[in-house]
């Protein structure tokens, strides 16, 4: 499988953004600017969002001595106080989207979490694996009165299922509340039905 793009809505300081990654891709920019913070998306998406599985980037900005949180990336904090954040309450997405060479199938995967600065922690909103299907940026986002906005998990949700079940037949194996189950089933179909490998070797492989 290929990894062909990350959509990130409402992640750190994106509202909406799309990275492709080609055969050989390089991230650059200063201290601080975001660059760990797509490899810790990818991260979040693949742990299903398990604070307790993710390892993420613990000082992306040297000078602000903050550690990162699945929490903190939703509300794009980038200080250590309240106000040192971009916003109040995140509805966030991050999706990968693969492609399988030799069938051209695609796969997207992904989580959809809510935070709030009233609150301590994350909520997963859902967990999703999407065999034969395509996201797009604009299949996260809603638009109102000219104003773009993330979907509602429940839309989004209500949607996806029916593109799966029009392509595969069922929705089974589509949406997963523990991780854990989440993680196994996307190593299984990774592996197109053979031997999915060790889920701890999986985990340890993003100790970095």
């Known amino acids: 499988m290929k990894l062909e793009a990350v959509h990130l809505v409402q992640f750190f300081a994106y509202e909406r953004f799309t990275l492709s990654p080609g055969e050989s891709t390089g991230i650059f920019g200063a201290n601080g600017s975001g660059k760990s913070s797509f490899l810790d998306a990818v991260q979040i998406a693949m742990f299903g969002a398990n604070s307790n599985l993710t390892a993420l980037n613990a000082q992306a900005d040297e000078s602000t001595k903050s550690s990162r949180s699945i929490r903190g990336y939703c509300l794009g904090q980038f200080g ?68 773009e906005s993330p979907r509602d998990w429940r839309t989004f949700r209500a949607d996806l299922a029916r593109r799966v079940e029009s392509v595969c037949g069922h929705t089974e194996d589509l949406f997963f509340d523990s991780s854990e189950k989440f993680i196994k089933a996307f190593l299984l179909l990774m592996s197109a039905g053979k031997d999915a490998g060790s889920v701890a070797l999986f985990k340890r492989a993003f100790r970095f």
């Open 80 to 147: 250590e106080n309240p106000e040192d954040r971009i916003r109040q309450r995140a509805n966030t997405y991050i999706t990968l989207v693969w492609r399988d060479p030799s069938s051209n199938r695609p796969v997207s995967m992904g989580v959809a979490i809510e935070a709030s600065g009233d609150s301590e922690q994350h909520n997963v909103l859902g967990r999703y694996l999407a065999d034969g299907v395509e996201l797009t940026l604009g299949d996260h986002m809603t638009s109102r009165d000219g104003h």
